[in-house]
């Protein structure tokens, strides 16, 4: 139930008499007991020095037996004083005199040492009778020694209060007040019944916290004036705006020293609207109405604005707003790419001409070239990295000079604390001329007037320094300004550590990738081949390409590409070349080298996943191909790899159909061969994906593209690369681009013999015999004896250990080539044969005069081969 004004009133007065009553009747209390023990004090300080000052009190501590002479006459001043306790003690605290004679002799329980010295120790404490006050007092002697002490004691309980004696009456006179404050209250109640119309004390308590903070809280000065001129009421920012004197509420408006104008509109009895008028510096808006309107009582109600404030703040949230719009495309546009000095000019950039009109960038050259900077808070040497400016006939260092840092110059300060400094009027200053007194001079003389230095750090490490100048725009460097260049330059310095250290790492990535890749190709003559090696903007990747010489003046032609980018995937690669490597000096067809890299791969895969490693492959893809000078065929097998293209010698241009397989690591069935007839003259080219397909185009486009850059006339291989990767190369490449060219050539029909040989051992003579004449014919009659001696016992093992049909070619190219095949799948084996063995011999001797041999198999046998140089 909602209670009355009135009511609530009544029982606030009666609650304030109540604590008033139960106040006083607790500080009676305190009151008594302070009172209780400082009389304590008094009483047993009085009592003590009595005794020690009453007569014979020397002389009884002087004689033989002090406590007969003492004991007798402290008992009776014990009892005649009213104390608790009279003890004598000597100087060394043993008692005389004690009320318990038992104790009489034993030490003293108290602070006595200040006695001998002749003070008065006084102490509180909590004897065996209860909470006491104890004093110590020196007893004298005429010659103004200390012969002795004496401690009187009373307890607290035994001093009577005055104050405990005046609190009946005191509670009685409370009780009286009481009575006349509820009769007061009540009748005081009725009357604020009456005033407050029934409104209860939180809805009044509401309206006035309400009306005080709307008053002083708003921005707005706000007057009220009676009909008469005198000032009623004013705010804060009314006192602030118009520097109204504290005692202005009450006084006339005109008495205020106001200036006309405002003095006009307050006093003028009319109603005002937004008439801006001048009150000392400040230009203020007044709004005036008038408060007589309905019956309302003579007045105005007038309101201040000001306006000069507005326009200075405008101003000022018009430059926070320009330096919030710096940081943010600062943000944006400062650490696009991980490139040094790219970073450097998008910092220089992006302050000019919004923040300074020059700004220089210098940078250690250990960071410029991705290195570690040196180590230490100091910077002698630094290269200019960046450098931008309003006008291009600056006085500074242009950008690539070496800057020698002065030891004692304020540059150097700022290198070695760390801290930025700012030169508000470098025309005052001259310590920053010790850096370089000449162009510090042209500076000056060219008009610039002010300067920053903030140092880039990242990370705890010292990148170099960045100069911020002023010379167009004419207000200074200020505090405000150095904040804000700290805050661009400390985005930059992350984003400049960043490259840098990317620059290493792509460094070492590359340089891993190049080792890893052909330094050179091979000799050989089927093909005339070019290469391009292109690595990603972003990271090294995993392409690679081969030339591989084979057997028969074969060449092998291999482009592949590792997922991914990176030191795994360069790493990756090498292995995969490596094997391939392997794999090639098996002479396996190009379907049966892919499936044993897939095997491969698989088992890499398995392996990393067996450590708990997460570099596992995420594919690879290869092409193999074989070209054959004296057949003129290619064979190919792809591993999801994109096809190559085939340029005839008439500049047409093809997709040769492969039965594209997955990529390594992912096979399921055997990859498929395709075998192609190449017209001598033709260009073969490989590439790896890079070339043809990135995020603003799909590789269909990169294939018709690549087809556009292919077509016309003949070209060289050289030419050939040249024009493609003009025609196709993105502006910035996404992923590494690999790119193999190689003009196709025929071996001479003159450069081959071939004959077929009877499976019996009398057709060796007629073989050796017609080797020897064609050895003749070629002008390498010194050969034939090793050749007569090697194609002898490979076609007797033929004979012997094959089955027909047996042939065998000779082919004059860098090396002299002869080959023995025949239809068996048996490969004969190197062994040494023993003292007493017959045979055995015939391999030691032919890889004795041989430079290379071997076996490749082919899909109706096998053939077994060898190289002799030809020198």
């Known amino acids: 139930m909602r209670r009355s004004v009135a009511g609530q009133v009544f029982a606030l007065q009666v609650l304030v008499v109540l604590l008033l009553v139960a106040s006083a009747a607790v500080a009676l209390v305190v009151q008594s007991r302070n009172d209780a023990a400082q009389e304590a004090r008094n009483r047993s300080v009085a009592v003590a020095q009595t005794f020690a000052n009453s007569p014979g009190i020397v002389a009884a501590l002087r004689s033989p037996d002090p406590t007969a002479l003492l004991q007798p006459k402290a008992e009776d001043a014990r009892v005649a004083s009213g104390v608790d306790f009279i003890v004598v003690l000597n100087t060394d605290g043993i008692r005389y ?239 696009s790419s991980l490139d040094v000095t790219r970073t450097a000019e998008e910092l220089a950039q992006v302050a000019v001409p919004r923040f300074a009109d020059f700004v220089s960038v210098d940078l250690a050259e250990q960071v410029l070239e991705g290195e570690e900077p040196p180590p230490g808070t100091a910077l002698g040497r630094m290269r200019r990295a960046a450098f931008s400016a309003v006008r291009d006939d600056s006085p500074f260092y242009p950008v690539g000079t070496v800057l020698e840092v002065v030891p004692t110059s304020p540059l150097a300060g700022t290198l070695d604390s760390g801290l930025p400094a700012i030169e508000p009027r470098l025309a005052e200053a001259e310590d920053w001329r010790l850096q370089d007194p000449e162009r510090a001079a042209q500076a000056l003389e060219y008009g610039v007037h002010s300067l920053v230095r903030v140092p880039l750090r990242a990370r705890g490490v010292l990148l170099g320094v960045v100069r911020f100048w002023r010379a167009d725009r004419q207000e200074p460097f200020e505090e405000d300004d150095l904040a804000l260049a700290e805050e661009l330059v400390s985005h930059a310095a992350v984003c400049i550590d960043n490259a840098r250290r990317y620059t290493r790492e792509h460094a070492m990535a590359v340089t891993l990738q190049h080792s890893l890749l052909p330094r050179s190709l091979p000799m050989q003559n089927a093909l005339e081949v070019a290469h391009r090696y292109l690595p990603a903007q972003a990271g090294v990747g995993g392409d690679w390409f081969d030339v591989i010489p084979l057997p028969g003046a074969r060449v092998a032609l291999v482009v592949g590409d590792v997922v991914g980018h990176g030191l795994h995937a360069a790493a990756t690669m090498g292995r995969l070349r490596t094997a391939i490597h392997n794999f090639s000096t098996l002479d396996l067809p190009p379907n049966e080298l892919l499936g044993h890299l897939d095997d491969l791969v698989n088992r890499l895969d398995q392996e990393e996943s067996a450590t708990g490693g997460d570099s596992a492959l995420t594919g690879a893809t290869c092409l193999y191909a074989i070209y054959d000078p004296v057949s003129r065929r290619c064979t190919l097998a792809s591993a999801g790899h994109p096809p190559p293209a085939l340029v005839s010698p008439d500049g047409r241009v093809e997709f040769p159909e492969l039965a594209t397989g997955p990529p390594l690591g992912l096979a399921v069935l055997p990859f498929e061969t395709v075998e192609l007839e190449v017209a001598e003259g033709s260009r073969l080219v490989l590439y790896t994906d890079g070339l043809v397909e990135d995020r603003q185009r799909d590789i269909d486009e990169g294939l018709e593209r690549l087809r556009a850059a292919l077509a016309g006339p003949e070209r060289t291989p050289e030419q050939t690369c040249a024009d493609v990767l003009g025609a196709l190369l993105p502006a910035h490449p996404q992923d590494d681009i690999a790119l193999l060219v190689a003009r196709t050539r025929v071996l001479a029909a003159d450069q081959v013999a071939e004959w077929d040989v009877p499976s019996d051992p009398a057709a060796v003579g007629g073989v050796r015999a017609a080797v020897a004449e064609r050895l003749a014919l070629w002008g390498l009659d010194e050969a034939a004896f ?86």
């Open 97 to 335: 005199t004690h009320p318990n004679p038992a104790r009489i002799g034993h030490k003293f329980v108290g602070d006595y040492l200040p006695a001998l010295n002749g003070q008065v120790v006084t102490e509180r404490v909590n004897g065996t009778i209860g909470p006491l006050v104890q004093a110590v007092v020196p007893v004298p002697a005429p010659d103004g020694s200390v012969v002795g002490m004496v401690s009187a004691g009373i307890t607290i309980a035994n001093v009577s209060s005055a104050s405990e004696r005046q609190l009946p009456m005191v509670l009685g006179a409370a009780a009286f007040a009481l009575g006349l404050a509820t009769c007061g209250t009540a009748l005081i109640s009725r009357r604020l019944r009456r005033q407050t119309h029934g409104l209860g004390p939180a809805e009044m308590t509401r309206m006035y916290e309400h009306h005080a903070a709307v008053l002083h809280a708003v921005r707005e000065g706000v007057l009220i004036v009676g009909g008469d001129g005198v000032l009623l009421l004013c705010n804060d920012e009314a006192r602030r705006l118009l520097d109204l004197p504290a005692d202005a509420e009450g006084r006339p408006v005109a008495e205020l020293g106001l200036d006309q104008a405002p003095e006009e509109l307050l006093t003028a009895n009319r109603p005002v609207t937004d008439e801006v008028v001048l009150a000392g510096e400040r230009l203020l808006a007044v709004n005036v109405r008038l408060t007589d309107r309905d019956g309302g009582p003579p007045g105005c109600v007038a309101t201040l604005r000001d306006s000069t404030e507005l326009l200075a703040l405008s101003g000022r949230a018009e430059v926070a707003q320009r330096r919030l719009r710096l940081l943010y495309d600062a943000g944006v546009t400062v650490g």
């Open 786 to 871: 090793v050749t007569e001696l090697i194609l002898s016992e490979l076609v007797t093992n033929a004979i012997r250990y094959g089955t027909g049909p047996i042939r065998v070619r000779l082919l004059r190219d860098r090396a002299l080539i002869c080959e023995v095949s025949d239809t068996s799948s048996t490969s004969p084996h190197l062994k040494y044969a023993a003292t007493m063995d017959e045979g055995g011999r015939g391999l030691f001797l032919v890889a004795q005069f041989a430079d290379r041999w071997g076996t490749r198999y082919t899909a109706t046998g096998k053939v077994i081969w060898t190289e002799q140089p030809l020198e």
